[in-house]
């Protein structure tokens, strides 16, 4: 069966960091696109990050750019989120996803607090 398990959250002081990692299984993990999405309550979930099935190319929200790196290792069947300097806006449920065209994939999220 098709799974994507996230894994790392936790709860950071701020300025601290956190790497998410991404499994994958039961799919073809390498020519997929691959995003984080988060959510915090109250809130509808927005993208954070997205990278090309190649890593070719990368994206990120205005919200993270210059903090957040997203990577893949596609002989792992894994995607990461490379978390810096973490803000307590940043606390949410993060969601990792992997599309091509219109197969869409989502983990069951794994959540990270930022608090002092």
């Known amino acids: 069966q098709v799974q994507l398990v996230e894994s790392g959250g936790g709860l950071v002081h701020p300025g601290g960091s956190l790497r998410l990692s991404c499994a994958a299984s039961?799919?073809?993990?390498?020519?997929?696109?691959m995003s984080w999405y988060r959510q915090a309550p109250g809130k509808e979930r927005e993208l954070v990050a997205t990278?090309?099935?190649?890593?070719?190319?990368?994206n990120y929200a205005d919200s993270v750019k210059g903090r957040f790196t997203i990577s893949r290792d596609n002989a792992e069947n894994s995607a990461y989120l490379h978390m810096k300097s973490l803000k307590p806006e940043d606390t949410a449920v993060y969601y990792c996803?992997?599309?091509?065209?219109?197969?869409?994939?989502w983990g069951q999220g794994t959540q990270v607090t930022v608090s002092s």
């Open positions: 039961g799919f073809t993990f390498s020519i997929y696109r």
């Open positions: 990278i090309s099935s190649n890593s070719g190319s990368t």
């Open positions: 996803r992997a599309d091509l065209y219109n197969r869409i994939y």
